[in-house]
C-alpha cells in the first residue's frame, strides 16, 4: 500500500471492497498525490510518494437478458461454457452465479495464483472451473492449453490480448466490434457481439449435419436397394428385370425430386440435447449405416416379391416389369418419408411443416401416374395394368416398407 490509512480504515476499504465485489461490481480505488511537475507514468514518482485514498469507485456492466437462456440452452445441448475475466474473483462469481454458469465459489479460480500450478496440474484441475478470474493474456492461452488436451475448446475475444488463445483454439470466434487483427484470428466473427448467436450457431451446425446424413442416407440406401434389385433378378428369375430407362427414371426424377427437400428439412429436437460428438466422428454412423442396409434390402425384397406374384397373377413380363417400376418408386417415397426424421418417427414429423417436401412429393406422384398411364408411357417402357393392381401394389409397397424403416428406426434410437 502507498497510501496513508489506519488498519481501521483499510479494513473498512477491504470489507467494502469485497462487499462491491460480491454485488458484481468492478471496482476500482481512487487516489491523489500532490507533484511538483507532470510525468508521464506511474513508475516516473519517487517511490516514497504516499498517495492519499480517495474511495472506491463501482462498475457494473449490464448483462445481456439473452445470455443467461443461451448459456442454459448450449448446457443442455452439452456445451459447457466457462468465463474468462480479467475481474476479481468475488465479482467474477457474482457474475457467474447470475449467469448460471457457478453456484459455488469452489468453481472460480483465482488466476492471480497461476504461477505457482503447473501445466499439468492446471490439466488436473479446469475441468471442474467454470470461472477463471484475474486473468492475465499469458493466463487465458495455459488456460485454452489445458482445457484443449481434453475438449474441442471453442474461444471467444475481442481484444488484440486475446490473438494468442484465439489462434490456439479450436474454434476462434471474435467480437463484430473488435479490431481487425483480432478478427483475422478469428474463425467466426459475431457481428452484433451476442453470446446467443453462438448457440444459434450451434443448433445450424447440428441441422446441417444432420440433413447431410439425411441426403447421404436416402440416396445410398436407395440406389443399393436397385443394385439388389437387379442383382436379385438376375439370380431368381435370370433375366433383367428393369430396363435401363425405367432405372434412369428413379435416378434422376424420383430421387432428385425427393432429394433437395430432404435436405432442407427443418431440424429435430433430439439434435439439440445431445451431446457434442467427437471431431473425427464418421459422417455415416454406424446406425445410419445399418438403417441404409435394412432400406436396401426391404427394397429389393418387395420389388422382387411385386415382380413374382405379378407375374404369376397376369403372366406377363412386360406388366410384371411396370408393377415392378412402381413398387421401386413407391418405396423411394415411403423411404423419402421415412428420412425426414433421422430419429423422429415419420408420424411426429407430419406435425412438422415443411411446404417444398410436399410440393415435390406432389410433383413425383404425378409425373409417376404420367409414366403408368400417359403419354410418358412410351419413354418409360410402361405397359397398361389393370389399376387395381397398380393400386394394390403401391398401397402394400408404400406402407408395408414404411412400417419396417420406422420400427428400425425406433430401434435404432434406443440403442
Not at 85 to 100: K, P
Not at 234 to 243: K, N, P
Not at 332 to 338: C, I, L, P, T, Y
Amino acid at each position: 500500500m502507498r497510501s496513508k490509512l489506519s488498519n481501521k480504515k483499510l479494513m473498512a476499504a477491504e470489507e467494502k471492497l469485497k462487499e462491491l465485489a460480491e454485488s458484481g461490481y468492478k471496482v476500482l480505488a481512487l487516489a491523489s498525490v500532490k507533484i511538483s511537475e507532470p510525468v508521464n507514468e506511474l513508475e516516473d514518482l519517487d517511490k516514497g510518494i504516499q498517495f492519499q485514498f480517495e474511495g472506491l469507485f463501482a462498475v457494473a456492466d449490464a448483462l445481456r437478458k439473452e445470455a443467461g437462456p443461451a448459456i442454459r440452452q448450449t448446457a443442455a445441448m452439452g456445451v459447457k461454457t466457462k468465463m474468462v475475466t480479467g475481474d476479481h474473483a468475488d465479482t467474477a462469481y457474482a457474475i457467474g452465479r447470475e449467469l448460471g454458469l457457478a453456484s459455488s465459489p469452489a468453481e472460480v479460480l483465482d488466476c492471480s495464483k497461476l504461477g505457482n500450478i503447473t501445466d499439468q496440474d492446471l490439466a488436473n484441475i479446469v475441468g471442474g472451473i467454470t470461472i477463471f478470474a484475474r486473468v492475465t493474456p499469458e493466463d487465458k492461452y495455459r488456460v485454452l492449453s489445458a482445457i484443449k488436451q481434453t475438449e474441442v475448446c471453442a474461444m471467444t475475444g475481442d481484444g488484440v490480448n486475446d490473438v494468442p488463445a484465439l489462434v490456439g483454439a479450436h474454434v476462434g470466434i471474435a467480437m463484430g466490434d473488435s479490431p481487425s487483427i483480432v478478427q483475422d484470428a478469428g474463425d467466426i466473427i459475431l457481428l452484433d457481439n451476442n453470446f446467443k448467436n453462438v448457440t444459434e450457431a450451434i443448433k445450424e451446425s447440428r441441422t446441417v449435419l444432420t440433413n447431410i446424413r439425411r441426403m447421404l442416407s436416402y440416396l445410398l440406401a436407395t440406389n443399393a436397394g436397385e443394385a439388389l434389385t437387379m442383382i436379385g433378378a438376375l439370380i431368381f428369375f435370370g433375366s433383367q428385370m428393369l430396363t435401363p430407362i425405367q432405372i434412369l427414371w428413379i435416378n434422376i426424377v424420383t430421387d432428385s425430386l425427393m432429394v433437395i427437400p430432404i435436405g432442407l428439412e427443418p431440424a429435430e429436437r433430439r439434435i439439440f440435447k445431445q451431446k457434442p460428438e467427437q471431431k473425427d466422428a464418421p459422417i455415416l454412423p454406424g446406425k445410419v449405416i445399418r438403417r441404409m442396409v435394412v432400406v436396401a434390402i426391404v427394397m429389393a425384397v418387395f420389388t422382387l416379391g411385386a415382380y413374382g406374384v405379378s407375374l404369376q397373377v397376369l403372366g406377363s413380363k412386360e406388366q410384371a416389369n411396370t408393377l415392378a417400376f412402381t413398387a421401386l418408386v413407391v418405396m423411394q417415397w415411403a423411404s423419402a418419408f421415412s428420412a425426414r426424421g433421422l430419429y423422429e418417427s415419420a408420424l411426429a414429423r407430419l406435425k412438422v411443416p415443411h411446404r417444398s417436401f410436399w410440393l415435390a412429393m406432389a410433383g413425383a406422384i404425378i409425373l409417376q401416374v404420367l409414366a403408368l398411364s400417359g403419354p410418358l408411357m412410351t419413354i418409360t417402357n410402361t405397359v397398361a395394368v389393370p389399376i387395381w393392381m397398380i393400386l394394390i401394389v403401391a398401397v402394400v409397397c408404400f406402407f408395408g416398407s414404411l412400417a419396417i424403416f420406422e420400427v428400425h428406426k425406433r430401434r435404432m434410437g434406443k440403442g
